[in-house]
């Protein structure tokens, strides 16, 4: 079982920044392509991005993209989402998930994190 952690999460303002860490507690993120998903209340669990084990290939979704950015630190074992220009309707708990092979936008990923609660008030 690998544990994911995500850290970085809070209260921010619109037009705001925040910047999401995961890591997993055996270091071992390298090994996983990456994703991001967030649960607003009442609604489902949706995609924001996803990221190849090795960086090189990421995919956003069109409600996050050009704000958001993920990226990786391999040496350091841990994955960021970078947020920026937030906005009230990205309030959510945020969650990064790992999967084997391929980064996939759906939620076929093998292992999740626990979430961290991003709330950007108006």
């Known amino acids: 079982q690998v544990h994911l952690v995500e850290s ?6 619109a037009g705001g920044s925040l910047r999401l860490s995961c890591g997993t507690s055996e270091g071992t993120i390298s090994r996983y392509a990456m994703g991001w998903f967030r649960q607003a209340p ?3 669990r949706e995609f924001v991005a996803s990221m190849s084990r090795g960086g090189t290939i990421t995919n ?5 993209k050009g704000r958001f950015t993920c990226s990786r630190d391999n040496v350091k074992e841990m994955v960021f989402l970078q947020m920026n220009n937030l ?3 990205d309030t959510a ?7 084997w092979g391929p980064a996939v936008t759906t939620e076929n990923y093998d292992y ?3 979430g961290t ?6």
């Open 8 to 13: 970085g999460g809070g209260s921010v303002q």
């Open 42 to 44: 009442g609604k489902e």
């Open 60 to 64: 956003y979704a069109d409600t996050v």
């Open 87 to 89: 906005k009230p309707e």
């Open 93 to 99: 708990v945020y969650y990064c998930a790992a999967k």
């Open 112 to 114: 999740w994190g626990q």
């Open 117 to 122: 609660q991003v709330t950007v008030s108006s």
